[in-house]
T-cell receptor, first 115, second 111 residues
Framework: NAGVTQTPKFQVLKTGQSMTLQCAQDMNHNSMYWYRQDPGMGLRLIYYSASEGTTDKGEVPNGYNVSRLNKREFSLRLESAAPSQTSVYFC??????????????FGPGTRLLVL | QKEVEQNSGPLSVPEGAIASLNCTYSDRVSQSFFWYRQYSGKSPELIMSIYSNGDKEDGRFTAQLNKASQYVSLLIRDSQPSDSATYLCAVSQFNDYKLSFGAGTTVTVRA
C-alpha cells in the first residue's frame, strides 16, 4: 500500500495563476482532509470530506475549492493564487468520520511557492 | 484563545535526558488526544494517542492526560539525537471528524 500520495511535490506559481493539488489514498478510508502548514502556526484545516459526496469548510477555506472525485481522491484547487498561499499543503485520510479514537494518516506534502 | 497551545520552544536537551512537552486545550468536551512527530521537511507521524486520564507508556514515550486541568503532556525518556523533531499536539472532540493542532514544539537533542 502506498498510503496517502500527493502530487506535485513542489510547485512555483505566479500570482493569479491557478492549479490543482492532487491527493489519493489506497486504504479505503472514508474521510479526507486538506491542511496547510506555515512556520510557527501548526496545521490548519482548509477543507475536509467526511465521506464520499460531502465536503465542508475548515478553519481557513478562503481562496480554495475542493472536489471529492471518488472515495480515493480529494483535490484542492487554487483558482487565483496569492503570495499568502505560499505554504506546505498536507492531505490526510481517516478510516471513518466519527471515530474520534482513530488518527489521521498524512501524505508527504506539497510545497507551494507563489511569487 | 487558541484551542490548543503548546509550550514554546525550541527545547534543547542533552542526550540521555528527559524531554518534557506540554499541551493545553480549551474545549472541555475534547475526548481524544494525539502526539505527532514531524521531522524537518517531512509529514507528521503519530507516536502516541491517549483517551483516558492518567499515563500511557510506549517504549521511551509516556503520554499523560489530565482532563480536569485540560492538559496533556509527552515525556521522552533517554532522549536520542533521532528524537530531534517538532512535536505536534492534536485534540479531537467526541464524534468529531476534525483534529485541532497546536503550533508544535521543536526539540533538539544534543549529543
Amino acid at each position: 500500500n502506498a498510503g496517502v500520495t500527493q502530487t506535485p511535490k513542489f510547485q512555483v506559481l505566479k500570482t493569479g495563476q491557478s492549479m490543482t493539488l492532487q491527493c489519493a489514498q489506497d486504504m479505503n478510508h472514508n474521510s479526507m482532509y486538506w491542511y496547510r502548514q506555515d512556520p510557527g502556526m501548526g496545521l490548519r484545516l482548509i477543507y475536509y470530506s467526511a465521506s464520499e459526496g460531502t465536503t465542508d469548510k475548515g478553519e481557513v477555506p478562503n481562496g480554495y475549492n475542493v472536489s471529492r472525485l471518488n472515495k480515493r481522491e480529494f483535490s484542492l484547487r487554487l483558482e487565483s493564487a496569492a503570495p499568502s498561499q505560499t505554504s506546505v499543503y498536507f492531505c490526510a485520510s481517516k478510516p471513518f468520520p466519527a471515530g474520534a479514537q482513530e488518527t489521521q494518516y498524512f501524505g508527504p506534502g506539497t510545497r507551494l511557492l507563489v511569487l | 484563545q487558541k484551542e490548543v497551545e503548546q509550550n514554546s520552544g525550541p527545547l534543547s536537551v542533552p542526550e540521555g535526558a528527559i524531554a518534557s512537552l506540554n499541551c493545553t486545550y480549551s474545549d472541555r468536551v475534547s475526548q481524544s488526544f494525539f502526539w505527532y512527530r514531524q521531522y524537518s521537511g517531512k509529514s507528521p507521524e503519530l507516536i502516541m494517542s491517549i483517551y483516558s486520564n492518567g499515563d500511557k507508556e510506549d517504549g521511551r514515550f509516556t503520554a499523560q492526560l489530565n482532563k480536569a486541568s485540560q492538559y496533556v503532556s509527552l515525556l521522552i525518556r533517554d532522549s536520542q539525537p533521532s528524537d530531534s523533531a517538532t512535536y505536534l499536539c492534536a485534540v479531537s472532540q467526541f464524534n468529531d471528524y476534525k483534529l485541532s493542532f497546536g503550533a508544535g514544539t521543536t526539540v533538539t537533542v544534543r549529543a
